[in-house]
Nanobody
Framework: QVQLVESGGGLVQAGESLRLSCAAS????????MAWFRQAPGKEREFVAR????????TYKPSVKGRFTITRDNTKNTVSLQMNFLKPEDTAVYYC??????????????WGQGTQVTVSS
């Protein structure tokens, strides 16, 4: 059974940091590209960051580049998102997602249930 379990969300003030983690199980983690998405109230879900199966390449939403860093540990089947200099507009539910490494540009097939991040001004 595939599981992606996010943790680390919370309430912080603008300018502070949070680190999200996602624990994966039930699939071959090191054969999958991992990503973080987020969905703010009343808005569509949007891409935040992606890391390739071996950690060799990262891609970021422009508004978070330089503030957020995605990393993975293939020995522990985890992916993390370090979020620094948080802004109120970063408030959203953050989701961890996975797709097979060969499915470049395809849909993410595994999703976690999300963790809430709230940034107060």
């Amino acid at each position: 059974q595939v599981q992606l379990v996010e943790s680390g969300g919370g309430l912080v003030q603008a300018g502070e940091s949070l680190r999200l983690s996602c624990a994966a199980s039930g699939f071959t983690f090191n054969r999958h590209t991992m990503a973080w998405f987020r969905q703010a109230p009343g808005k569509e879900r949007e891409f935040v960051a992606r890391i390739t199966w071996n950690g060799g390449d990262e891609t970021y939403k422009p508004s978070v580049k330089g503030r957020f860093t995605i990393t993975r540990d293939n020995t522990k089947n985890t992916v993390s998102l370090q979020m620094n200099f948080l802004k109120p507009e970063d408030t959203a539910v953050y989701y961890c997602a996975a797709r097979h490494r060969t499915d470049v540009g395809g849909d993410y097939i595994y999703w976690g249930q999300g963790t809430q991040v709230t940034v107060s001004s």
